[in-house]
């Protein structure tokens, strides 16, 4: 079983910064990709940014020089520093990894509960 527990998620005014935490945990042989998308109300679920297990980074467009991806590989971690944030930000924030299970093998994408940030004054 692997388990992404998000955290950091909020209400902040236009802006405003929040730091977005994805804790990854269970039984994991290797994590390849992690991940964070964004659902708004009424619209489909959105990639944001993703980094690989090397350190190379994709943010959308929306999003470049405001937000900026990390990982701390060895704690199975990822973080979304999301700065200059704007109310079209509001959404839920979701984690994504993938990953290869220790016990079964193979690889797999895992989804996290997601996180609501609200931008608004």
């Known amino acids: 079983q692997v388990q992404l527990v998000e955290s950091g998620g909020g209400l902040v005014q236009p802006g405003g910064s929040l730091r977005l935490s994805c804790a990854a945990s269970g039984s994991i042989f290797k994590i390849y990709v992690m991940g964070w998308y964004r659902q708004a109300p009424g619209k489909q679920r959105e990639l944001v940014a993703t980094i690989t297990s090397g350190g190379s980074t994709n943010h959308d467009d929306s999003v470049k020089g405001r937000f900026t991806i990390s990982r701390d590989s060895a704690k199975n971690t990822v973080y979304l520093q999301m700065n200059s944030l704007k109310p079209e930000d509001t959404a839920v924030y979701y984690c994504?990894?993938?990953?290869?299970?220790?016990?079964?093998?193979?690889?797999?994408?895992?989804w996290g509960q997601g996180t609501q940030v609200t931008v608004s004054s």
């Open positions: 994504n990894i993938e990953a290869t299970p220790l016990v079964t093998g193979g690889r797999y994408l895992y």
